[in-house]
């Protein structure tokens, strides 16, 4: 064959090998998750985290991986202690080389805001928030020379309590907003009995208040008739006792209580939606029987106060960085969101 037909038959050759190789290596980077655009986002959301950590958990404790070896410091929202008490000690039996520590804060009292001041001061190695990280946080962590990053690991919602005496179908934002602003001072105003209300509410310190103040007062403040308690405990206590009380909490923190009732709100659809599941489960059938949170409502949005909870990671490539991805790992796991919804709360996953 002569040169002058041989060179078509060269470039088809190298055409279709051509062809091959870059097939080939389409399906490899497919295959293996390899990014083609070599670029990652840096960004602080918790669902581009969960997205870049993926790969990293397992189906069980036992089998996310990247666990470091050592004690690790947390602490921060009061409303993660239920998942403390239930998922934090599963984690521990699972994976004893990863030691928890939970840590108060010196001053004031445990919040999803002395958390991140905490993690941010050094003195935690990860926190634990029912609230975002806000602006000023991410300035101070910047000019401290690292960033700070959420991960939501559940959904929380907020849930009003009241005394189990207290015969009232619901309420609307409005008359929430109403009462802990003193317009409204008497559940009769309100369709109920005529008697005082008494508002009762933790100070503002902690990612439950804030939201409360922020999605239902509109920034603004409580009014002089509401009374401050120290904690969920304390208001608890106090609801008991006071027929006209209420007080909103974490939802898991009211819902299976035996000594309150838990009130429904009204959607925007104009319907009463309940924190619990029905039939509802009278004070007199508890503690045999409990009242178990409203699941559905909360996921779909239906419940009209609902929130995310985070575990606020600091991100400087060093241990505190390992420690906290891998306890949201953790968290984000089958076995952890199995042990979320068991405590109590709405998987995320």
């Avoid at 308690?229 to 898991?252: C, E, H, M």
């Amino acid at each position: 064959m002569s040169q002058k037909n041989e060179t078509p038959v060269l470039i088809l050759a190298l055409l279709i090998t051509a062809a091959l190789l870059a097939g080939g290596f389409w399906w490899f980077t497919s295959k293996s998750g390899v990014n083609n655009s070599g670029s990652s986002s840096n960004s602080n959301s918790s669902d581009s985290a969960s997205i870049q950590q993926g790969q990293s958990r397992g189906e069980g404790f036992a089998q996310v991986q990247n666990i470091p070896t050592g004690l690790f410091s947390y602490g921060g929202s009061t409303s993660f202690a239920p998942l403390r008490l239930a998922v934090d000690s599963a984690i521990q039996a699972a994976r004893p080389e990863f030691k928890l520590r939970y840590v108060n804060p010196i001053s004031g009292s445990a919040s999803s805001g002395n958390g991140i001041k905490m993690l941010l001061d050094g003195k935690l190695d990860f926190a634990q928030s029912s609230r975002s990280i806000s602006d000023r946080e991410y300035r101070q962590a910047q000019q401290r020379g690292f960033s700070l990053k959420e991960i939501a690991i559940a959904i929380d919602g907020l849930a009003l309590a009241v005394n189990p005496n207290m015969n009232i179908q619901g309420l609307t934002l409005d008359q929430l907003k109403s009462i802990y602003t003193g317009k409204i001072t008497n559940w009769k105003q309100v369709g109920g009995p005529d008697v005082p209300i008494k508002p009762y509410t933790r100070k503002q310190n902690g990612g439950t208040v804030e939201l409360f103040v922020e999605e239902i007062l509109g920034g603004g403040n409580f009014g002089a008739n509401v009374e401050f308690v120290p904690d969920t405990t304390a208001a608890l206590r106090k609801l008991a006792s006071n027929t006209g009380g209420i007080y909103f909490a974490s939802a898991p923190e009211v819902v299976p209580q035996c000594s309150i009732k838990p009130l429904p709100l009204v959607s925007k659809a104009g319907e009463f939606v309940m924190p619990y599941q029905q039939p509802f489960v009278s004070p007199q059938e508890c503690p045999g029987k409990r009242n178990q949170l409203n699941i559905a409502a909360f996921q779909n949005g239906q419940y009209p106060i609902t929130r995310k909870l985070f575990v606020i990671v600091k991100q400087n490539n060093q241990r505190e960085q390992q420690a906290g991805e891998a306890y949201a790992n953790l968290l984000l796991s089958a076995e952890g969101q199995e042990a979320i919804a068991k405590a109590g709360f709405v998987r995320i996953r």
